[in-house]
């Protein structure tokens, strides 16, 4: 129809929701972090943690999808961390 737009009007309550839920996971994380005394926060928690959030039932939000995704940035990271090991292995 005439004047009609496709926007979502602001919901006050989806914005509280997705940045509560993105604050605990984040908070979560930053708690292992400190009891592993290993880093847990990293760049992709963010984006990952507000699509989970933002729309749970897409098929985009599902862990499958996530843990996937984030793989191919883990692998040099990983093999940067092997390389370091190794590197400082031979020094001792």
């Known amino acids: ?3 009609e ?3 979502t009007p602001f919901r006050g309550v989806d914005a509280t929701r997705a940045f509560g839920g993105s604050a605990v996971a984040l908070v979560v994380a930053g708690t292992v972090a400190l009891l592993s005394r290993q880093p847990w926060l ?3 928690l963010g984006p990952a943690v507000m ?3 933002e729309q749970p039932g897409r098929p985009e939000s ?4 996530t843990l996937i995704g984030v793989q191919p ?3 040099p990271g990983d093999a ?5 090991v190794v590197s400082c292995a031979g020094e001792g």
């Open 1 to 3: 129809m005439a004047g």
């Open 5 to 7: 737009t496709d926007e």
């Open 42 to 44: 990293f760049p992709s």
């Open 51 to 53: 699509l989970h959030v």
């Open 62 to 65: 599902s862990p499958r999808n």
């Open 73 to 75: 940035g883990h692998w």
């Open 80 to 84: 940067v961390v092997a390389r370091a």
